[in-house]
């Protein structure tokens, strides 16, 4: 029997030669996986696609619960945004992706799994190091990396083993999208001082004029409700995109440096991500003590690093996840935003759990603060600053 593949299968171009080009140049017999976490396509119609260009076995995953609850929902809780911008639309659905090839590998007895990503970007990675932490005796194939066709070549490579494709010579942009958005460049916005064209946008075109206000409800750091209705995460990720999109806002336009060293400019689309971490945001600064909402302030920044350079399965991963999930305990209650054309802000937050104390808080006649505890606590809080001034300082 041939050597069984299974390959990380998206349906366009480059995975549907890869299926044919691994049956010709390797003699393997392929296995393709699709996931659905939320991109949206004909699902048949890729399976078909699949199997005309010599797939032995098209498999279809619906991921987009799982991928809200298990790798969407962490990332919330996280705050992750990689160099403080992006909120992972990409990187986190590449180690879902991966735990169903290596599932399948197992099931259809395959001895290698495959991607179908350049040597230039982050998905390689991710792919890879995600693969080598859940199976590390599958081999792993990317023959994109190998073959060395142009775009052009492939659609001819295509065209001669009538493979059935949409992709056009004249395709500009390189797209990939999810529930917790969706990723654009190439064309002319490989230039960073270009702008980026209109038409690029479909999540956040500006529909809506008259501002509103939507509250979102939070158990454990999550959200479980929109307006009142209690909605499964990916329905209510699904439903934040199209009403926060319609305010044409959740755009992000920067440039953002590889896990290979290339930097890349990349426009972004995630108005429910971005909405979520912002209301996430300010609920915590309601109801978590001081010293543990500094440190995890200072562990986001690393775990956003760690899921964009593919080590969701890593032993540190894996611990801040620990860290997280307890500082979760009481983040709980409601955010109001208000969004306008453009615009989404926080306008509100309660919580059951609040620390924020109105009696310790105000200035006026209920003023419950003792001011004459601040003596003593200031001068000693000083006198190790006071102590250097009286001795060193005048040296220096």
Same mark, same amino acid.
């Given at each position: 029997m041939a050597k069984r593949v299974v390959l990380a299968y998206s349906g366009g171009l480059d995975t549907s030669v890869a299926v044919r080009w691994?049956?010709?140049?390797?003699?393997?017999?392929?296995?393709?996986?699709?996931?659905?976490?939320?991109?949206g396509g004909d699902w048949e119609t890729i399976k078909d696609r699949a199997r005309a260009a010599g797939a032995v076995e098209a498999v279809v995953v619906d991921c987009r619960e799982e991928?809200?609850?298990?790798?969407?929902?962490?990332?919330?809780?996280?705050?992750?945004?990689?160099?403080?911008?992006?909120?992972?639309?990409?990187?986190?659905?590449?180690?879902?992706?991966?735990?169903?090839?290596?599932?399948?590998?197992?099931?259809?007895?395959?001895?290698?799994v495959a991607h179908g990503c350049t040597? =230039?970007?982050?998905?390689?990675?991710?792919? &890879?190091?995600? @693969? +080598?932490?859940?199976?590390?005796?599958?081999?792993? /194939?990317?023959?994109?990396?190998?073959?060395?066709?142009?775009?052009?070549?492939?659609?001819?490579?295509?065209?001669?083993?009538?493979?059935?494709?949409?992709?056009?010579?004249?395709?500009?942009?390189s797209i990939d999208d999810n529930l917790w958005g969706r990723a654009i460049e190439c064309g002319e916005m490989?230039?960073?001082?270009?702008?980026?064209?209109?038409?690029?946008?479909?999540?956040? =075109?500006?529909?809506?004029?008259?501002?509103? &206000?939507?509250? @979102? +409800?939070?158990?454990?750091?999550?959200?479980?409700? /929109?307006?009142?209705?209690?909605?499964?995460?990916?329905?209510?990720?699904?439903e934040l995109n199209v009403l926060v999109g319609s305010y044409g806002w959740g755009r992000l336009d920067m440039v953002e440096n590889r896990r290979v060293g290339i930097k890349s400019r990349e426009t972004y689309e995630a108005p429910a991500a971005l909405a979520l971490i912002m209301a996430h945001l300010d609920l915590e600064a309601l109801t978590l003590e001081r010293d543990l909402h500094h440190e995890k302030l200072r562990l986001e920044p690393r775990f956003a690093e760690l899921v964009y350079d593919g080590m969701w399965f890593s032993p540190l991963k894996q611990s801040i996840d620990a860290f997280v999930a307890a500082s979760q305990r009481y983040v709980d209650g409601?955010?109001?935003?208000?969004?306008?054309?453009?615009?989404?802000?926080?306008?509100?937050?309660?919580?059951?759990?609040?620390?924020?104390?109105?009696?310790?808080?105000?200035?006026?006649?209920?003023?419950?603060?003792?001011?004459?505890?601040?003596?003593?606590?200031?001068?000693?809080?000083?006198?190790?600053?006071?102590?250097?001034?009286?001795?060193q300082s005048a040296r220096g």
């Open positions: 691994m049956i010709e140049t390797y003699g393997v017999e392929v296995i393709t996986v699709a996931c659905d976490v939320g991109q991928f809200a609850r298990d790798f969407c929902g962490p990332a919330l809780q996280a705050n992750a945004l990689y160099e403080n911008r992006y909120p992972l639309v990409s990187a986190l659905s590449r180690p879902i992706i991966v735990k169903y090839l290596v599932e399948a590998a197992r099931m259809h007895g395959a001895e290698a040597g =230039k970007g982050n998905d390689q990675v991710r792919f &890879e190091v995600g @693969i +080598a932490a859940l199976a590390p005796d599958l081999e792993i /194939l990317a023959p994109v990396r190998e073959w060395g066709m142009t775009r052009e070549e492939c659609i001819h490579y295509a065209d001669r083993f009538d493979i059935p494709l949409t992709a056009t010579r004249e395709k500009i942009y490989e230039d960073p001082w270009a702008s980026p064209p209109e038409g690029v946008w479909e999540m956040t =075109k500006l529909t809506a004029s008259e501002p509103t &206000e939507l509250v @979102i +409800a939070f158990e454990d750091g999550l959200p479980v409700a /929109l307006d009142g209705r209690k909605l499964p995460m990916h329905e209510l990720i699904a409601e955010v109001r935003l208000r969004l306008e054309p453009g615009r989404c802000i926080v306008v509100g937050r309660r919580s059951e759990h609040s620390l924020y104390d109105y009696g310790l808080a105000t200035y006026e006649a209920a003023d419950s603060f003792n001011h004459a505890d601040s003596v003593g606590f200031v001068r000693l809080w000083g006198l190790g600053i006071q102590t250097w001034a009286a001795r």
